[in-house]
Protein backbone atom coordinates (compact mmCIF):
# COMPACT_ATOMS: atom_id res chain seq x y z
CA UNK A 1 0.00 0.00 0.00
CA UNK A 2 1.35 3.55 -1.20
CA UNK A 3 0.81 6.19 1.93
CA UNK A 4 1.99 10.21 0.72
CA UNK A 5 2.57 12.22 4.12
CA UNK A 6 3.41 15.63 3.64
CA UNK A 7 4.98 17.98 6.08
CA UNK A 8 5.99 21.57 6.36
CA UNK A 9 2.97 24.11 6.01
CA UNK A 10 2.63 27.23 8.44
CA UNK A 11 1.95 30.81 8.69
CA UNK A 12 4.49 32.94 7.12
CA UNK A 13 5.02 36.50 6.27
CA UNK A 14 4.72 37.87 2.83
CA UNK A 15 8.33 37.75 1.66
CA UNK A 16 9.11 35.10 3.40
CA UNK A 17 9.96 31.42 2.99
CA UNK A 18 8.91 27.70 3.22
CA UNK A 19 10.16 24.43 2.52
CA UNK A 20 7.89 21.36 1.98
CA UNK A 21 8.76 17.73 2.27
CA UNK A 22 6.66 14.42 0.96
CA UNK A 23 7.54 11.16 1.41
CA UNK A 24 6.42 8.37 0.07
CA UNK A 25 6.27 4.46 1.46
CA UNK A 26 4.86 1.51 -0.35
CA UNK A 27 5.76 -0.14 -2.93
CA UNK A 28 5.99 2.12 -6.27
CA UNK A 29 6.90 1.77 -9.72
CA UNK A 30 10.53 3.11 -10.55
CA UNK A 31 9.76 5.38 -13.23
CA UNK A 32 7.54 8.29 -11.99
CA UNK A 33 6.48 11.73 -12.03
CA UNK A 34 5.73 13.36 -8.71
CA UNK A 35 4.84 16.84 -7.65
CA UNK A 36 2.97 19.53 -5.80
CA UNK A 37 -0.25 20.84 -5.91
CA UNK A 38 -2.27 23.74 -4.89
CA UNK A 39 -5.72 24.49 -3.83
CA UNK A 40 -6.72 27.85 -3.01
CA UNK A 41 -10.03 28.64 -1.39
CA UNK A 42 -12.66 28.82 -3.86
CA UNK A 43 -10.26 27.57 -6.39
CA UNK A 44 -9.32 24.76 -8.30
CA UNK A 45 -6.49 22.28 -7.54
CA UNK A 46 -3.39 23.50 -10.08
CA UNK A 47 -0.10 21.49 -10.67
CA UNK A 48 2.75 24.01 -9.07
CA UNK A 49 5.98 21.97 -9.31
CA UNK A 50 6.60 18.42 -11.05
CA UNK A 51 9.57 16.38 -11.08
CA UNK A 52 10.40 13.57 -12.88
CA UNK A 53 12.55 10.50 -11.52
CA UNK A 54 15.10 12.11 -13.95
CA UNK A 55 14.96 14.81 -12.39
CA UNK A 56 12.90 17.26 -15.07
CA UNK A 57 11.12 19.69 -13.72
CA UNK A 58 8.16 21.93 -14.63
CA UNK A 59 6.66 25.22 -13.00
CA UNK A 60 3.36 26.84 -12.83
CA UNK A 61 4.22 30.55 -14.50
CA UNK A 62 3.69 31.75 -11.31
CA UNK A 63 5.96 29.52 -9.29
CA UNK A 64 9.44 30.58 -11.63
CA UNK A 65 12.04 31.73 -9.84
CA UNK A 66 10.80 30.97 -6.88
CA UNK A 67 9.99 28.07 -6.47
CA UNK A 68 12.60 25.28 -6.09
CA UNK A 69 11.38 21.36 -6.74
CA UNK A 70 13.88 18.62 -5.50
CA UNK A 71 13.80 14.79 -5.03
CA UNK A 72 15.71 11.60 -3.36
CA UNK A 73 14.52 8.66 -5.49
CA UNK A 74 16.66 6.02 -3.15
CA UNK A 75 14.33 7.55 -0.50
CA UNK A 76 11.10 8.67 -2.33
CA UNK A 77 11.08 12.17 -1.15
CA UNK A 78 10.32 15.05 -2.76
CA UNK A 79 10.48 18.91 -1.36
CA UNK A 80 9.29 22.18 -2.27
CA UNK A 81 11.51 24.87 -1.36
CA UNK A 82 9.13 28.24 -1.62
CA UNK A 83 10.57 32.17 -1.09
CA UNK A 84 9.78 35.32 -1.80
CA UNK A 85 6.50 33.73 -0.96
CA UNK A 86 3.31 35.91 -1.89
CA UNK A 87 -0.46 35.64 -0.36
CA UNK A 88 -1.51 34.43 -3.09
CA UNK A 89 0.92 31.34 -2.79
CA UNK A 90 -1.49 30.71 0.34
CA UNK A 91 -3.61 27.03 -0.09
CA UNK A 92 -3.51 23.80 0.90
CA UNK A 93 -0.53 21.90 -0.85
CA UNK A 94 -1.07 18.10 -1.98
CA UNK A 95 1.82 15.90 -2.47
CA UNK A 96 1.13 13.57 -5.70
CA UNK A 97 2.96 10.41 -7.04
CA UNK A 98 1.92 9.69 -10.79
CA UNK A 99 3.18 6.71 -13.16
CA UNK A 100 2.21 4.84 -15.72
CA UNK A 101 2.53 0.24 -15.13
CA UNK A 102 1.43 -1.91 -17.91
CA UNK A 103 -1.30 0.40 -19.39
CA UNK A 104 -2.61 1.31 -16.49
CA UNK A 105 -2.27 4.67 -14.32
CA UNK A 106 -1.47 5.42 -10.79
CA UNK A 107 -1.92 8.52 -8.49
CA UNK A 108 -1.40 8.66 -5.08
CA UNK A 109 -1.91 12.08 -2.72
CA UNK A 110 -1.38 12.49 0.64
CA UNK A 111 -3.83 14.50 2.64
CA UNK A 112 -2.33 17.89 2.47
CA UNK A 113 -0.36 20.64 4.33
CA UNK A 114 -1.81 24.17 4.51
CA UNK A 115 0.48 26.94 3.65
CA UNK A 116 -0.88 30.85 4.57
CA UNK A 117 1.00 34.01 4.07
CA UNK A 118 0.13 37.40 5.29
CA UNK A 119 0.39 40.39 4.10
Known amino acids: QVQVVESGGGLVQGGGSLKLSCAVSGSIFRINVMGWHRQAPGKQRELVAAITTVGSTDYVDSAKGRFVITRDNANNTMWLQMNHLKPEDTGVYYC?????????????WGQGTQVTVSS
Open 96 to 108: NVHWRELGSDYDY
